[in-house]
């Protein structure tokens, strides 16, 4: 994976990936998103740059989503925006990335997602091999823990499960923690080990996919990792789902194994969780309802 370019400043950035005489003419901001600001940024020869933007210390984040882009694109299988640069200047820290223009969806444009997402799921990159990735990095606005592990299972609970149940305590209720405890205890009664670790998202909601300049979706804001590729699905079918064809044609890449539909609640719990412990107390009735339907 190559090295995240570093600047001082946006003007360094410009200069030293278009050349000497380019410069910032203008600034029009983006509304969406929950955590950073963001910008497309039109220099004088008209090429037009997407920026996200946030307090310096969130460098880090910006560091570690430009090394999910880059883990993504190296599969060859999908699209992502091209990651451009990060750095710091005056008061804030910045992620450059080319800007997607997007046109009208391709025909099947749901169907070649699901394939060229299963295609993602499916990449040989030995240079890994474990569960997990080279780093931490974040969910959101929370860090998100990657510690290299032989087996999924034993990964999802100490990795993904556990440290977000203990940052829920003040919201659990005693019977929620027993419930909590019990299902820590008991994931090999629930999950399944698969064949081998897969690339996935992370984060996989209709707000981070986009339409490329190819009228096929592409992936965006990853909080990429090595797991089971059904977590990247039970995603997509939490805020609303993606419509039916997609989960169809995904279906038929033969990437689910048999009984994923009595698991995505439990994947799921992990998502709700992080909503929990960064939203508040909305997202409890889920949980509870989840932590209940696996050990009631």
């Given at each position: 994976m190559p090295d995240i370019k570093l600047f001082t400043s946006i003007s360094e950035a410009v200069k030293s990936i278009f050349g000497k005489s380019r410069y910032v003419v203008k600034?029009?901001?983006?509304?969406?998103?929950?955590?950073?600001?963001?910008?497309?940024?039109?220099l004088d020869d008209g090429t037009i740059l997407f920026m996200k933007s946030n307090l310096p210390a969130f460098l880090t984040n910006f560091k570690a989503e430009a090394a999910g882009l880059e883990a993504i694109r190296a599969t060859g299988a999908i699209g992502v925006p091209a990651v451009l640069g990060a750095g710091t200047d005056t008061g804030f820290s910045f992620l450059?990335?080319?800007?997607?223009?997007?046109?009208?969806?391709?025909?099947?444009?749901?169907?070649t997602f699901a394939e060229e997402l299963a295609a993602v799921h499916r990449a040989d990159l030995p240079e890994f091999g474990k569960y997990g990735f080279r780093e931490d990095n974040w969910i959101g606005a929370r860090k998100q823990i990657n510690t290299p592990h032989d087996r999924w299972i034993p990964f999802?609970?100490?990795?993904?499960?556990?440290?977000?149940?203990?940052?829920?305590?003040?919201?659990?209720?005693?019977?929620?923690?027993?419930r909590a405890e019990c299902l820590l205890d008991h994931l090999d009664r629930f999950l399944v080990e698969p064949d081998r670790p897969?690339?996935?998202?992370?984060?996989?909601?209709?707000?981070?996919?986009?339409?490329?300049?190819?009228?096929?979706?592409?992936?965006?804001?990853?909080?990429?990792?090595?797991?089971?590729?059904?977590?990247?699905?039970?995603?997509?079918?939490?805020?609303?789902?993606?419509?039916?064809?997609?989960?169809e044609?995904?279906?038929?890449?033969?990437?689910?194994?048999?009984?994923?539909?009595?698991?995505?609640?439990l994947y799921n719990l992990y998502q709700l969780l992080n909503h929990l412990n960064m939203f508040g107390r909305g997202y409890l009735p889920d949980v509870r309802r989840i932590l209940k339907k696996y050990a009631g």
């Open positions: 600034k029009n901001y983006v509304a969406g998103g929950d955590i950073n600001e963001a910008c497309t940024i039109t450059l990335l080319t800007y997607i223009r997007g046109v009208g969806r391709i025909s099947h444009y749901w169907e999802f609970r100490d990795c993904r499960l556990e440290p977000q149940i203990k940052s829920a305590g003040n919201y659990l209720m005693a019977e929620d923690r027993r897969s690339l996935v998202h992370g984060d996989l909601w209709s707000g981070n996919m986009i339409t490329g300049d190819d009228g096929k979706g592409w992936l965006i804001d990853p909080a990429v990792y090595y797991g089971h590729p059904e977590i990247d699905i039970a995603m997509t079918e939490l805020f609303g789902g993606f419509p039916q064809v997609f989960y044609a995904y279906r038929d890449t033969g990437m689910l194994q048999p009984g994923y539909g009595d698991r995505k609640d």
